[in-house]
């Protein structure tokens, strides 16, 4: 049983963070008010939902990657409706690419440690936001995760007094997920005609 108190902080938190969903696709809208902001903005609800369920089960669902990489597929044919194939196809080219390096850093690190440090779901997820971003996007929203994830991991163990272990778990999609929507929101304001 769940005491009352902590059912309660939970709730709270999943409201909160539905809200922030909500204005994040609203943002969407306003920064690119055509087809492209409303697939940001379905961009933003599906990369909430990814990091909601990564923080509470380190888990990314299929079907959440499998949508946001669809809908990645068809943002990328609205970028140029005279010629889609050819803004398709660099998707799917940097979709290949990210997952490729993410799988790559989950195999070297088996390798290496003896333990996973990577999961699947962080390799798709990282083939969402290749197949959404431009490259040099997809490089801000890797750093944009990575930095936060460690400086809230840091700093809730500076608050609760522990030490820094090697064998530490972070759910990387709840930091990963909104670093993309966040990349593709500067990439619609300032990048894109």
Request: hydrophobic content about 65%; proline content about 5%.
């Amino acid at each position: 049983m769940i005491p009352p108190r902590r059912l309660r902080r939970a709730r709270i938190a999943r409201a909160i963070f539905a809200g922030m969903a909500v204005v994040a696709a609203l943002a969407s809208l306003t920064a690119a008010p055509d087809a492209r902001g409303f697939l940001g903005g379905c961009l933003a609800l599906l990369m909430a939902a990814i990091a909601l369920h990564d923080a509470r089960r380190f888990v990314i669902p299929n079907i959440l990657n499998a949508a946001a990489f669809a809908l990645a597929l068809a943002h990328a044919a609205v970028l140029d409706p005279d010629a889609p194939a050819g803004e398709v196809g660099l998707a799917l080219a940097r979709a290949a690419v990210a997952a490729g390096a993410f799988l790559a850093l989950k195999l070297g690190y088996r390798w290496l440690r003896g333990r996973e440090g990577l999961g699947m779901g962080d390799v798709k997820l990282a083939g969402v936001a290749g197949a959404w971003l431009d490259w040099l996007a997809i490089l801000v929203a890797v750093e944009l995760a990575v930095l936060a994830a460690l400086g809230v991991h840091l700093v809730r163990l500076a608050l609760r007094k522990r030490p820094l272990r090697a064998a530490g778990a972070l759910p990387l999609g709840l930091y990963l997920a909104p670093a993309i929507w966040v990349a593709w929101l500067v990439q619609a304001l300032w990048w894109w005609p």
